[in-house]
């Protein structure tokens, strides 16, 4: 997604050796990303993504076998287009995130109500999110949210 999106500013991961590792290290530093560890023994810190790898695991990976690279990459990519565009989210309003995101492309910015990011983007009294998106790699044009059609 990196190459649509562009890379984060920066990585909240535990202390777990694949995110210890030389060569996750200087992935992220040869793509700019800050890497921030959670102190050891506090998932909390970091509960979207703990709450997110439980999913991942529940749902793909503790019901797969993946025999080769080549398998796994088909495995979780209909797993991630699942959780993406079929499997409700109840934080979303019971929508998937695609239709969510649909759904907000196609309002007009004056009516949305004033809550989660939404109020972050236009200076709501609503709290900001937790991690900002990441600017990099979007031209100055590509840093204002439209949501008119």
């Known amino acids: 997604m990196a ?22 290290m200087a992935w992220a530093q040869g793509h700019g990303i800050r890497h921030i560890l959670i102190e050891p023994g506090r998932p909390m810190q970091n509960g979207y993504i703990e709450s997110f790898n439980g999913k991942f695991r529940d749902e793909c990976l503790s019901l797969e076998w993946l025999r080769s690279r080549a398998e796994a ?26 239709a969510f ?13 004033a809550t989660g990011r939404t109020a972050a983007v236009y200076g709501a009294s609503a709290l900001r999110p937790v991690a900002q998106p990441s600017r990099q790699g979007q031209s100055s044009e590509g840093t204002r949210v439209d949501f008119s059609s």
Request: zero cysteines; proline letters at 8%.
């Open 73 to 98: 990459n088909v495995i979780i990519e209909t797993w991630r287009r699942h959780f993406n565009e079929v499997r409700p989210h109840s934080s979303l309003g019971y929508q998937t995130p695609a």
């Open 101 to 113: 995101a649909a759904r907000l492309k196609a309002q007009d910015a004056a009516s949305v109500p």
């Open 3 to 24: 190459r649509f999106r562009g890379y984060p500013q920066a990585v909240r991961t535990d202390n777990g050796p694949e995110f210890t590792s030389r060569a996750f």
